[in-house]
Structures are given as structure tokens and as C-alpha cells.
């Protein structure tokens, strides 16, 4: 987990596209949200009378996979968006977001 985003930044995940779809609900938490095929719009506060309301916009794309020897390991490029969100309304989301998203064995 960073202890910094950017405003606009780009992940390769290592995943295929049904599971990032399986797993994006959890990973977006209680925040309205709207999908239009391989993007998704994530509102990340309520809009006061007359404030910019905050968001991020998430696209992707599926990847050739990665291939090492006889290893095939499937790609996703992801590029994340906010809109109108400080750096602390950017860390919230995306500290919730790596956990539901971070997989790893043991």
C-alpha cells in the first residue's frame, strides 16, 4: 500500500477481466457508482449545494499475458482518474481499494 496517489496513475493488475469485475464491488465499498463497459464511475462524497463533487473515473483494458517459460499470467491495464478529490479523499478510496484488490499466497 502507498502512502500517496496521484490525482491520475496507471496499474497493471494481474488478473482477468471477470475477476476484476468479481471483485470491484467490494473493493468500491459504499460509494454510488456507475458502470459503462470497461469503465466505472465511482462517486466518493456527496455533493453539497453548489460543491464539485469528488470522483474517480477507473478504466481498463485486457493485456496480452504475460508470459514466462511455460507460465501464461493474465494483464489488465488500469487507469485511475479523480476528479475534484484532495489527497486525502484519494488515499481513503484507494487504502480500501489495494486491500480487496491485493491477492498473494503463503
Request: charged share 25%.
Amino acid at each position: 500500500m502507498q502512502s500517496h496517489y496521484d490525482a491520475s496513475f496507471v496499474r497493471e493488475m494481474g488478473c482477468t477481466e471477470a475477476e476484476w469485475l468479481g471483485w470491484l464491488p467490494a473493493a468500491i465499498g459504499v460509494h454510488a457508482w456507475q458502470r459503462d463497459g470497461q469503465s466505472v464511475r465511482i462517486a466518493l462524497d456527496k455533493p453539497e449545494s453548489g460543491s464539485t463533487s469528488a470522483s474517480v473515473y477507473i478504466r481498463w483494458s485486457v493485456g496480452e499475458p504475460r508470459v514466462i517459460a511455460l507460465v501464461r499470467l493474465p494483464r489488465l491495464h488500469v487507469q485511475f482518474d479523480f476528479s475534484a478529490a484532495d489527497a486525502a479523499q484519494r488515499y481513503r478510496f484507494m487504502r480500501r481499494f489495494d486491500l480487496y484488490m491485493q491477492r498473494g499466497g503463503g
